[in-house]
Each structure stands twice: as C-alpha cells, then as structure tokens.
C-alpha cells in the first residue's frame, strides 16, 4: 500500500516507514531477458543445468536485475502530489547480501531518511530501502538511493 503525501508536506514524513511492497516475481523468464537486454549471460544466470551444480544450487538474479526492479517497487512505497519531474539522481550505498534464486518473489521495504531542499525548487530524497526475499534470512539487497522531486 502506498504512501500518499502531497510535496509540500514530504519532510513531514522523515523517519517514517513507508511499508512494503507487493510481492514480485523473479522467474527465470525475467532474468533472461535481463541477459539479453544487458548482453550478461554468464552460467550462473541463464543455465539451470549448469546452476545446478554452481555455488547457488541453481540459477540466481543478477545483482543489477534486483537493483532495476527497486524503481517499479518503489513507486508502490511512496506517490508524491503536486511533482512534474521525478529524478533517479545517484546511490549512496548498494549491497547485494544474499542472491535471488529464481523463481522467487522479492518485495521492497522502506522508511524516509531525509528530505532536503535543492535548487529549482526541488526537493532531495533520501529513503533507505530493503530488497526483501519471500522466506530469506538475509536482504537480497539494501540501498541508500538519491531521488530529487520537482513540483
């Protein structure tokens, strides 16, 4: 279930949970198209014969697949009103804790670190966000991205 806050009442949020996510399914379909669309098709990835007997037990996400789907995730956690341009503006921390088998369902959890101002009106902001494993012990990945919002 999503957040709803208009963009003049973002900071307000700062500390706040922002939940989780649907669920997401990560079947080897997707991960070959990730292959292909990145030209990534190392064994591990896109051969289940092989995968089998690799370090994983059977094929996994690339780390970068995982990271890819936190943007569909993340529109689930949070919807500003009132924004025209929303901006992908870097990361400040990437860590892939654990592997995605495939055929797993991953979902994103999140709170709101910090909002700040930036030029132009904008506003910077700082969640930091979970990518969690449907029965996993450990995050397939933890983030600290940088998104800035423009009314």
Request: a negative charge.
């Amino acid at each position: 279930m999503s957040t709803t806050v208009a963009f003049e009442d973002l900071k307000s949020l700062v500390g706040g949970s922002l939940g989780t996510s649907r669920w997401l399914d990560v079947d080897q379909a997707r991960i070959n198209t990730f292959a292909d669309a990145t030209g990534d098709h190392q064994w591990i990835h896109v051969d289940p014969e092989r995968a089998k007997d690799g370090p994983f037990g059977g094929p996994i996400a690339h780390g970068y697949l995982t990271l890819s789907l936190v943007i569909p995730l993340w529109t689930e956690l949070l919807d500003v009103t009132g924004v025209t341009t929303k901006v992908n503006y870097g990361l400040d921390k990437v860590r892939f804790p654990a592997p995605v088998p495939a055929g797993a369902r991953i979902r994103l959890a999140g709170t709101l670190a910090d909002v700040s101002d930036v030029s132009g009106g904008g506003l910077q902001v700082i969640p930091d966000l979970v990518v969690e494993i449907e029965n996993g012990d450990k995050p397939a990945c933890v983030l600290r991205p940088i998104f800035r919002f423009y009314p």
